[in-house]
């Protein structure tokens, strides 16, 4: 790697995770936000919501125990919105502008924004799964690597949906609220808290709705992860999305740049 690069990758970096140690709220809220619902609404689901054996699991499993990769993806995902919230907020004070500005390849620049975001999101994982092997769950040892490659694709893909709607949403106060359209559906929607056939049992459409998801095939990731499996339809599935939503974000970050030129040719 060329030493102009290798600098723009160690600055992103390092400066995303000095904001993350001075936010300690956002690394709390990361932690508690998955803990309630693996200490508390766990307890409660445990006796009226079972599960059968269906692949990674060989056994009947405890309701905490299938719930755990969905909590991981929420992190990951919660992490992904925050860290688009923060270009938002960049670009309203002038710093994004500033970094796009660089000689450097605007496809790179956010690249590695994404990396730095995935980066920050493997330390609220991680801290999350010792918690919970503390408190509730018992992760195989391999697992915990095994996770990392997983979570490394996991983060870039949900990252970059972040970045996609920070590239369409103009203003700060807008973002916050979009948020809130696109986390809860795409957590609901999936198989983070319940098997597809229960959705399925329920409503066909619902079925289909989470089968559509992104974030199901990121869960199931994970999930596959853990005991050493691969699911190689979810990886497919999870590494086009993050390509294809890679691709439309910098499209739109390019037309952006491009918009006040236009503006500025019409006026004279």
């Given at each position: 790697?060329?030493?102009?690069?290798?600098?723009?990758?160690?600055?992103?970096?390092?400066?995303?995770?000095?904001?993350?140690?001075?936010?300690?709220?956002?690394?709390?809220?990361?932690?508690?936000?998955?803990?309630?619902?693996?200490?508390?609404?766990?307890?409660?689901?445990?006796?009226?919501?079972?599960?059968?054996?269906?692949?990674?699991?060989?056994?009947?499993?405890?309701?905490?125990?299938?719930?755990?990769?969905?909590?991981?993806?929420?992190?990951?995902?919660?992490?992904?919105?925050?860290?688009?919230?923060?270009?938002?907020?960049?670009?309203?004070?002038?710093?994004?502008?500033?970094?796009?500005?660089?000689?450097?390849?605007?496809?790179?620049?956010?690249?590695?924004?994404?990396?730095?975001?995935?980066?920050?999101?493997?330390?609220?994982?991680?801290?999350?799964?010792?918690?919970?092997?503390?408190?509730?769950?018992?992760?195989?040892?391999?697992?915990?690597?095994?996770?990392?490659?997983?979570?490394?694709?996991?983060?870039?893909?949900?990252?970059?949906?972040?970045?996609?709607?920070?590239?369409?949403?103009?203003?700060?106060?807008?973002?916050?609220?979009?948020?809130?359209?696109?986390?809860?559906?795409?957590?609901?929607?999936?198989?983070?808290?319940?098997?597809?056939?229960?959705?399925?049992?329920?409503?066909?459409?619902?079925?289909?709705?989470?089968?559509?998801?992104?974030?199901?095939?990121?869960?199931?990731?994970?999930?596959?992860?853990?005991?050493?499996?691969?699911?190689?339809?979810?990886?497919?599935?999870?590494?086009s999305c993050l390509i294809v939503v890679f691709v439309i974000a910098i499209w739109?970050?390019?037309?952006?740049?491009?918009?006040?030129?236009?503006?500025?040719?019409?006026?004279?």
């Amino acid at each position: 790697m060329q030493r102009p690069y290798l600098i723009a990758l160690v600055a992103i970096i390092w400066r995303e995770s000095l904001r993350f140690v001075h936010q300690r709220g956002r690394f709390a809220a990361a932690l508690v936000r998955p803990l309630i619902w693996l200490l508390v609404f766990a307890a409660g689901f445990r006796s009226i919501l079972g599960v059968s054996i269906t692949p990674p699991y060989e056994t009947y499993i405890t309701y905490e125990t299938y719930i755990v990769p969905g909590l991981i993806a929420m992190i990951q995902l919660f992490n992904g919105m925050q860290s688009s919230l923060a270009l938002v907020y960049d670009r309203e004070m002038g710093s994004m502008r500033l970094l796009l500005t660089s000689p450097l390849p605007r496809g790179y620049l956010l690249f590695v924004k994404l990396i730095a975001g995935t980066v920050i999101s493997l330390f609220q994982v991680y801290a999350f799964l010792l918690i919970a092997r503390l408190t509730v769950i018992d992760i195989p040892a391999a697992g915990w690597f095994a996770l990392a490659p997983v979570l490394i694709i996991n983060g870039l893909m949900l990252g970059a949906i972040g970045m996609l709607l920070s590239a369409t949403v103009k203003q700060l106060e807008n973002f916050a609220g979009v948020m809130n359209f696109v986390i809860f559906p795409m957590f609901f929607l999936s198989s983070a808290l319940y098997p597809l056939w229960r959705m399925r049992e329920s409503s066909e459409l619902i079925f289909w709705i989470c089968t559509l998801n992104p974030f199901t095939y990121a869960v199931e990731l994970v999930r596959h992860a853990i005991y050493l499996k691969l699911n190689l339809q979810a990886l497919t599935i999870v590494i086009s999305c993050l390509i294809v939503v890679f691709v439309i974000a910098i499209w739109q970050y390019n037309t952006a740049r491009s918009r006040p030129r236009a503006v500025k040719k019409k006026s004279k």
